[in-house]
């Protein structure tokens, strides 16, 4: 069995490095896992997932959680791209920001779909207050007056439409 305690990666040639303690013995050893599976253009999950089943390497990775792996190997895509790779810190696969505001998710797979649904989940569940929570208020009443459009449609006046 193996523990991983660092993982990172290296941009030329891209390859995963994972520190890990071999639990028998307990040295840390280092091990490089070339992606040569992955292109610009490449599905990062599908690039995980191969990479978790795989024979070779899969044992090493089994600790290592999804999400943290496809930041990893967003950041060598992002290099790959030209894009400065810590850019992955501003992308939807991290928590706290699972969805870019400008981003279109009507153009998604169903697997990358799922996963962001899966992040949006993750960070609902982490803001959420519940009953027992020390910050839980019971039937909490908000007034927002910031910003607030006048429309016609909420004025209590007479006004009716004729047609009707």
């Not at 050893?29 to 024979?55: F, G, T, W, Y």
């Not at 850019?87 to 991290?94: H, V």
């Not at 899966?118 to 908000?142: H, L």
Request: with cysteine; net charge negative.
């Amino acid at each position: 069995m193996f523990t991983p305690r660092k993982c990172g990666v290296k941009f030329d040639p891209p390859t995963l490095v994972v520190y890990y303690e071999a639990n028998p013995s307990g040295k840390l050893h280092k091990r490089s896992m070339p992606l040569r599976m992955l292109r610009k253009n490449s599905s990062i999950s599908d690039a995980v997932q191969e990479l978790k089943k795989s024979s070779r390497h899969g044992k090493y990775l089994e600790k290592i959680s999804v999400s943290q792996l496809e930041k990893l190997l967003t950041m060598i895509q992002n290099k790959m791209k030209g894009l400065d790779p810590m850019q992955a810190r501003d992308t939807s696969t991290l928590p706290g920001n699972s969805m870019r505001s400008h981003e279109d998710l009507n153009k998604l797979d169903d697997h990358e779909l799922n996963r962001r649904k899966a992040d949006m989940d993750k960070e609902f569940e982490k803001n959420r207050i519940r009953p027992g929570d020390e910050d839980f208020v019971y039937d909490k009443e908000v007034e927002f007056n910031e910003g607030k459009i006048e429309s016609g449609w909420d004025e209590d006046d007479d006004y009716s439409d004729p047609d009707f």
